[in-house]
Every structure is written in structure tokens, then in C-alpha cells.
């Protein structure tokens, strides 16, 4: 029988077409797992670094005021754990509601569901498996902390549907992507300041920043399968609109770094964190779609420079 998404040919071993050659799930995972895994993008995992990396800024920065204990050792545990999960089941999420799109795009036809490597039914299965391990994980954290991650499924759900209705779907993966900075504050700290939604709408323009130029990727076959983003908004202008996003994300940052105590080597990192980004926006060509791609994947060392001095800001 042929799968009703099955509209292009896999490549003989499945593989995923924007996946690299030596990712770790079609090079070393049983040949069984590799469609789930597939599906949770665990053979990209750019993604689980940009859910992560806000995670880890808001524990880091929280150590400015109120220092390193044991604890923290479980939460950069757990929000790792929790951020390949909660990226896995909202990845299976995004390619169950988005299967008959992805079928027209291609560079998403490789997709599990499309390829029919998994069917729907099993698609859904699979992201309620991964979202109920990872709640196992958020339930050892603070209440405040609990109610946060409860109140992101609402975001999780309505991201895949935000590109049917508006030109700014970006808005609605920032909002789901960085919630992690407040909710790590929380777990830390057990409240949320002026801070942690500093550090959090820094992120959303970050967000914002990348995943134009990942959308460019996707451009003409979004267009053509009526689906909206702010590539196709932006379209000429994004380097524009790239250069006001950087713009937001170094000042909010620089706000969050400052009210959370931190000193000169954290809004050193900022300073790392924009021109990573304003390096991006200058070297950026719309119309190579590889070059959209080794981009925004650079993003993790971008959000690594604030990291690391967060971390050693934090420490002396």
C-alpha cells in the first residue's frame, strides 16, 4: 500500500535531507530507532542547542546574585534531558500537524511522515511518550517552576498552526523556545523578575534573528504552498530587519546582564552574542539556501559567547 504522503522518494538509507552526513543517529542508532528519532530531529540537533542555551543563560546569570550550589548541578541535568525531549515531542507535534506541507516542500518531503517511514497515528504516539518523560523531569523542580513549564505546552501546541495564520510565525518559536529562561530562573531562584523576561525577550529577538534565515531556506515552496513566514514578509529587506533584531536582542540582554548583577565580562559575552550576529546579517545571501543553513546553525556558538562568560562572570 502507498502511503498517501509519500510524494518523493527517500534516499535508499531514509535519511533526512538536511540532516548532516555523519550525524550520530544514521551513523551509530539501530536502523529501527532511526524514524523516531528522525522525527524527534535528534539527527539535527541544532534545535535542542537553541531550546537549551536560553536554559542555561537564565541558570548562569541567576548565580550572579544568588551564587552556585548543588542544585544547579540537576538543573543543567534536567534542562538538558528536558530540552532534547520537549524538542523532540514538539518537532513530532510540528511535522504531525504539518504533514500534507511538508509533502510540498522540498526540502521536507525526506521527512519521516512524508517518507512514510512513520505513520501519523505513530507520529502522535510517539511526541505523548516524549512530552510525558520530560514532565517526569520538570516535576523535580520548584512549584513555580512546574506551573511555568505546565502554562509552555500552550505555546508548543499553537507554534505549527502560527504559519496559517500570520507573517511572523518566528514571534510565536520565540515565545516557545525561550521559555526556558524563565522557567530555569524560577527553578533556581523560585520567582521571576524583571531579569529572566529581560533575558527572555533577548532571546525571542534572537529567535527571531535566526530562524528568518532559516526560513529562506523554504522561501519559494512556502509560497507556493501558502503557508506565511518572515522571509517571504521581509523578502528584499531582511537584512534590515536583521539589523533591528540584533539591535533588541544586544539591548535586552545588556538590561538582563545588568539587573541581574552581573559585570563586565557578562556584558562582554553580549557584545560576543551581537557580533556573531551582526557577522550573520552581513554575510547573509537569501538566495543560497546552504548558506542559509550554515548560518543559522552557527547560532549555538553565538549563544555559547554568552554562555561561557556568563558562567566565568558568575565565578569571579
Not at 500570520?166 to 521571576?192: D, E, H, Y
Not at 521581509?234 to 533588541?248: A, C, N, R, Y
Request: include cysteine; charged fraction near 15%; proline fraction near 4%.
Amino acid at each position: 500500500m502507498v502511503n498517501q504522503f509519500d510524494t518523493r522518494r527517500p534516499a535508499p538509507d531514509g535519511r533526512v535531507s538536511d540532516a548532516t552526513e555523519a550525524n550520530w543517529v544514521d551513523a551509530f542508532c539501530p536502523v529501527w530507532s532511526r524514524p523516531w528519532l528522525r522525527l524527534s530531529r535528534a539527527d539535527r540537533p541544532i534545535g535542542t542547542w537553541l531550546l537549551l542555551i536560553p536554559c542555561l543563560w537564565a541558570i548562569a546569570m541567576a548565580a550572579n546574585w544568588y551564587g552556585w550550589a548543588w542544585l544547579d548541578i540537576w538543573l543543567v541535568v534536567g534542562s538538558t534531558l528536558g530540552a532534547f525531549l520537549m524538542r523532540g515531542a514538539g518537532c513530532t507535534w510540528n511535522d504531525f500537524t504539518d504533514k500534507e506541507i511538508d509533502a510540498q516542500v522540498e526540502r521536507t518531503r525526506s521527512r519521516p511522515i512524508p517518507a512514510g517511514q512513520v505513520s501519523p497515528a505513530g507520529a502522535l504516539g510517539w511526541g505523548i511518550i516524549q512530552a510525558c518523560i520530560a514532565a517526569l523531569i520538570l516535576f523535580t523542580f520548584n512549584w513555580t517552576a512546574i506551573a511555568l513549564g505546565i502554562l509552555s505546552l500552550a505555546l508548543v501546541a499553537v507554534y505549527p498552526f502560527a504559519k496559517r495564520f500570520t507573517w511572523w510565525p518566528q514571534v510565536f518559536l520565540g515565545l516557545a523556545f525561550n521559555w526556558g529562561a524563565i522557567l530555569l530562573w524560577a527553578a533556581k531562584t523560585g520567582t521571576v523578575g524583571l531579569a529572566p523576561i529581560s533575558l527572555y525577550l533577548a532571546g525571542i529577538a534572537w529567535t527571531l534573528h535566526y530562524d528568518t534565515i532559516y526560513a529562506h531556506q523554504d522561501r519559494e515552496d512556502d509560497a507556493l504552498a501558502g503557508v506565511k513566514s518572515t522571509a517571504l514578509l521581509f523578502d528584499e529587506d531582511t537584512h534590515k530587519m536583521l539589523w533591528m533584531f540584533t539591535g533588541i536582542t544586544g539591548t535586552f540582554a545588556a538590561s538582563a546582564v545588568l539587573m541581574a548583577g552581573g559585570g563586565w565580562l557578562s556584558l562582554l559575552g553580549v557584545a560576543g552574542l551581537v557580533i556573531h550576529m551582526a557577522w550573520q546579517t552581513l554575510a547573509l545571501d537569501i538566495e543560497d539556501p546552504d548558506q542559509c543553513l550554515m548560518l543559522f546553525r552557527s547560532n549555538r556558538t553565538a549563544g555559547l559567547i554568552l554562555l561561557a562568560a556568563l558562567v566565568v562572570d558568575s565565578l569571579i
